[in-house]
């Protein structure tokens, strides 16, 4: 079964607006979440770390203003895009790093479309 | 920065033909994951390695760790039209958590 829940799948929201992606451990706590954005037919590119209990670490020319990443607990991490313009628009995926730390898992990845 | 150079960069097969696909790096790694993508949905884990020379199989897919620890190859042998998809390889180096990704390598079947 999953190991990693996204939500929601897809989502379409206004230009300016903000919205949250929720990423979710079902199997196990994650004290290390990971957070990638996806352009059609190309890789998966890691926009930002998210460790449980402290600040997310960001990837270089990834704005953390725009891109809010909360862990507040050892299940759950969220996204906010904030203020969102149609470049936004993309295919955001999560992960989480097993137990033993040596295995990383995805979420089945949450479409935004801003208009 | 740590790269992966994934090759194919696509194939388009017969089905029950054997596919292979491989990811070479620069740098040493110390784990290499082989993802599996579907449009629209996240990759799924297909399978794991953890040491060097490691081969390991599931089902119909066979992946290696290479001994030099700087590349791996995926084997999927008599492929199916449900093998469509993209393949990405992604490794972990010796130091932190993240992965880095191969470009994919998008796999079509005939039937």
């Known amino acids: 079964g999953a190991v990693v829940s996204q939500h929601p799948s897809r989502v379409i929201c206004k230009s300016g607006t903000s919205v949250k992606i929720e990423c979710r451990s079902l199997?196990?706590?994650?004290?290390?979440m990971f957070w990638y954005r996806q352009f059609p037919k190309k890789s998966l590119m890691l926009m930002a770390t998210?460790?449980?209990?402290?600040?997310?670490?960001?990837e270089q020319g990834v704005e953390k203003d725009k891109f809010l990443i909360n862990h507040a607990s050892l299940t759950l991490s969220t996204l906010t895009v904030t203020s969102a313009h149609p470049e936004d628009s993309s295919f955001y995926i999560c992960s989480v790093l097993d137990r033993s730390g040596n295995t990383i898992y995805f979420g089945e990845g949450s479409w935004l479309t801003v208009v | 920065g740590q790269q992966l150079n994934q090759s194919p960069q696509s194939m388009f097969i017969q089905e029950g033909e054997d596919v292979s696909m491989n990811c070479t790096s620069s740098s040493i790694f110390n784990t290499w994951l082989w993802y599996k993508q579907e449009p629209g949905e996240g990759p799924v884990l297909l399978i794991a390695?953890?040491?060097?020379?490691e081969l390991t199989s599931n089902g119909r897919l066979t992946a290696q760790f290479g001994i030099t620890r700087k590349d791996s190859f995926l084997n999927i042998s008599a492929s199916i039209p449900s093998d469509v998809g993209i393949y990405f390889c992604?490794?972990?180096?010796?130091?932190?958590?993240?992965?880095?990704f191969g470009a994919g390598t998008i796999l079509r079947v005939k039937s």
């Open positions: 992604a490794g972990r180096g010796e130091y932190g958590n993240k992965l880095v």
């Open positions: 998210s460790n449980e209990g402290s600040k997310a670490t960001y």
């Open positions: 199997d196990f706590q994650a004290t290390t």
């Open positions: 390695l953890y040491k060097a020379g």
